[in-house]
Protein backbone atom coordinates (compact mmCIF):
# COMPACT_ATOMS: atom_id res chain seq x y z
CA UNK A 1 0.00 0.00 0.00
CA UNK A 2 1.30 3.59 -1.05
CA UNK A 3 1.66 5.96 1.43
CA UNK A 4 -0.92 8.87 1.25
CA UNK A 5 0.82 11.90 0.01
CA UNK A 6 0.75 15.21 2.28
CA UNK A 7 -0.69 18.55 0.79
CA UNK A 8 -1.05 21.67 1.96
CA UNK A 9 -3.31 24.73 0.65
CA UNK A 10 -2.71 28.46 1.42
CA UNK A 11 -5.02 31.29 1.56
CA UNK A 12 -4.42 34.14 0.05
CA UNK A 13 -3.46 37.39 2.52
CA UNK A 14 -5.98 39.79 1.37
CA UNK A 15 -4.05 42.55 2.28
CA UNK A 16 -1.68 43.85 -0.73
CA UNK A 17 1.79 44.34 0.61
CA UNK A 18 4.81 46.34 -0.77
CA UNK A 19 3.81 49.21 -1.55
CA UNK A 20 2.17 51.16 1.38
CA UNK A 21 2.37 48.77 4.31
CA UNK A 22 6.11 47.87 3.68
CA UNK A 23 7.58 44.32 3.88
CA UNK A 24 7.94 41.80 1.13
CA UNK A 25 5.13 41.30 -1.33
CA UNK A 26 2.56 39.14 -1.95
CA UNK A 27 2.75 35.56 -3.23
CA UNK A 28 2.55 31.72 -3.16
CA UNK A 29 5.01 31.57 0.44
CA UNK A 30 2.13 34.68 1.86
CA UNK A 31 -0.55 33.10 3.45
CA UNK A 32 -2.19 30.72 6.57
CA UNK A 33 -2.26 27.02 5.84
CA UNK A 34 -5.66 25.98 5.36
CA UNK A 35 -6.66 22.15 5.41
CA UNK A 36 -7.38 20.29 2.68
CA UNK A 37 -11.46 19.26 3.00
CA UNK A 38 -12.07 15.48 3.17
CA UNK A 39 -13.08 13.93 -0.51
CA UNK A 40 -15.73 10.69 0.04
CA UNK A 41 -14.37 8.47 -2.77
CA UNK A 42 -15.58 5.03 -3.43
CA UNK A 43 -15.32 3.86 -6.85
CA UNK A 44 -14.96 0.36 -8.86
CA UNK A 45 -13.56 1.20 -12.77
CA UNK A 46 -13.88 0.41 -15.82
CA UNK A 47 -17.35 -1.31 -15.74
CA UNK A 48 -17.66 -3.52 -17.03
CA UNK A 49 -14.16 -4.95 -16.83
CA UNK A 50 -12.27 -7.57 -18.81
CA UNK A 51 -8.93 -8.14 -17.31
CA UNK A 52 -8.20 -5.73 -14.25
CA UNK A 53 -10.26 -3.25 -12.07
CA UNK A 54 -9.17 -0.30 -10.24
CA UNK A 55 -10.66 0.37 -6.69
CA UNK A 56 -10.54 3.81 -5.29
CA UNK A 57 -11.58 4.25 -1.48
CA UNK A 58 -11.19 7.41 0.85
CA UNK A 59 -10.61 6.86 4.88
CA UNK A 60 -11.26 9.54 7.16
CA UNK A 61 -9.50 8.25 9.77
CA UNK A 62 -6.77 5.12 10.46
CA UNK A 63 -8.22 2.01 11.27
CA UNK A 64 -8.48 -1.44 9.87
CA UNK A 65 -9.71 -2.09 6.22
CA UNK A 66 -11.27 -4.81 4.88
CA UNK A 67 -11.86 -4.90 0.56
CA UNK A 68 -13.08 -8.32 -0.50
CA UNK A 69 -14.27 -9.33 -3.92
CA UNK A 70 -17.63 -11.52 -3.79
CA UNK A 71 -19.71 -13.29 -6.55
CA UNK A 72 -23.37 -12.28 -6.57
CA UNK A 73 -24.13 -16.08 -3.69
CA UNK A 74 -21.91 -13.97 -1.42
CA UNK A 75 -19.49 -16.00 -1.79
CA UNK A 76 -15.62 -14.34 -0.97
CA UNK A 77 -13.74 -14.35 -3.89
CA UNK A 78 -10.35 -12.94 -2.62
CA UNK A 79 -9.68 -10.04 -0.07
CA UNK A 80 -7.98 -7.29 -1.50
CA UNK A 81 -6.82 -5.37 1.00
CA UNK A 82 -6.55 -6.38 4.77
CA UNK A 83 -4.99 -4.27 7.36
CA UNK A 84 -4.16 -0.85 8.77
CA UNK A 85 -4.56 2.02 6.21
CA UNK A 86 -3.76 5.77 6.64
CA UNK A 87 -5.87 8.15 6.31
CA UNK A 88 -6.69 9.71 2.56
CA UNK A 89 -7.71 8.78 -0.95
CA UNK A 90 -6.40 4.99 -2.12
CA UNK A 91 -5.87 2.84 -5.20
CA UNK A 92 -5.70 -0.53 -5.88
CA UNK A 93 -6.10 -3.14 -8.44
CA UNK A 94 -7.83 -6.65 -8.60
CA UNK A 95 -6.47 -8.54 -11.54
CA UNK A 96 -9.68 -10.35 -11.95
CA UNK A 97 -8.33 -13.42 -10.20
CA UNK A 98 -9.49 -15.63 -7.17
CA UNK A 99 -7.66 -16.02 -4.17
CA UNK A 100 -6.02 -19.49 -5.76
CA UNK A 101 -5.10 -17.22 -8.89
CA UNK A 102 -7.39 -18.45 -11.39
CA UNK A 103 -9.24 -16.16 -13.65
CA UNK A 104 -13.10 -15.71 -12.61
CA UNK A 105 -15.36 -16.29 -15.03
CA UNK A 106 -17.79 -13.80 -16.50
CA UNK A 107 -20.29 -12.42 -14.17
CA UNK A 108 -21.45 -9.93 -11.78
CA UNK A 109 -19.16 -9.72 -8.75
CA UNK A 110 -19.22 -7.14 -5.48
CA UNK A 111 -16.94 -5.60 -3.95
CA UNK A 112 -17.54 -4.31 -0.48
CA UNK A 113 -15.36 -2.08 1.65
CA UNK A 114 -15.62 -2.57 5.53
CA UNK A 115 -13.80 -0.04 7.50
CA UNK A 116 -14.70 1.27 11.36
CA UNK A 117 -16.51 4.32 10.05
CA UNK A 118 -17.87 3.27 7.00
CA UNK A 119 -19.36 0.34 5.61
CA UNK A 120 -19.59 0.69 1.02
CA UNK A 121 -20.35 -1.70 -1.83
CA UNK A 122 -20.13 -1.69 -5.44
CA UNK A 123 -21.40 -4.00 -8.37
CA UNK A 124 -18.27 -4.66 -10.77
CA UNK A 125 -19.64 -6.67 -14.07
CA UNK A 126 -16.79 -9.02 -15.45
CA UNK A 127 -16.71 -9.70 -19.26
CA UNK A 128 -14.46 -12.36 -20.17
Known amino acids: MLPALGLTLFQRDPKPRGM ?3 GQGGGPQAGVPVSKPYREVFAVY ?5 DQA ?15 VYDVMGRLVR ?17 GKDRDGR ?9 KL ?13 VR
Open 79 to 95: SVVEGVVQVGVHRVSWD
Open 54 to 68: QIEYSLKALGEVDLV
Open 103 to 111: KVSSGIYLV
Open 114 to 126: SSPDQSKMARLIV
Open 20 to 22: NGG
Open 46 to 50: PNPVK
